[in-house]
């Protein structure tokens, strides 16, 4: 049974820094593509950035590119997602997710989810 946990989410000032994890769990994920998505309230569930387990490839969304950095720990099956100069738009629950192969910015598109993560970014 694939399980994806999250952790890290919390509440810190604009302009601070989280890291989020995501342990991965029941299968091998070595030809799959790992991914954060983020839903904040009212609105739709939105790519964040996507990993390659394999080669270690990503991808992000332009909002994000110059301030967070997709990583993964092969040993400890984790992917993590560092977080930089958060801003007060970054606020919302973010969600880490897995599809088979290669990787999409669509959420309906991925298999596995995990249960979400709060963070909230103060002004």
């Known amino acids: 049974q694939v399980q994806l946990v999250e952790s890290g989410g919390g509440l810190v000032q604009a302009g601070g820094s989280l890291t989020l994890s995501c342990a991965a769990s029941?299968?091998?994920?070595?030809?799959?593509?790992m991914a954060w998505f983020r839903q904040a309230p009212g609105l739709e569930r939105e790519f964040v950035a996507g990993?390659?387990?394999?080669?270690?490839?990503?991808t992000y969304a332009d909002s994000v590119a110059d301030r967070f950095t997709i990583s993964r720990d092969n040993a400890k099956n984790t992917v993590y997602l560092q977080m930089n100069n958060l801003k007060p738009e970054d606020t919302a629950v973010y969600y880490c997710?897995?599809?088979?192969?290669?990787?999409?910015?669509?959420?309906?598109?991925?298999?596995?989810w995990g249960q979400g993560t709060q963070v909230t970014v103060s002004s």
């Open positions: 997710a897995s599809k088979y192969l290669s990787g999409s910015v669509t959420p309906n598109r991925y298999n596995y």
């Open positions: 029941g299968r091998t994920f070595s030809r799959y593509t």
């Open positions: 990993i390659r387990w394999s080669e270690g490839s990503t």
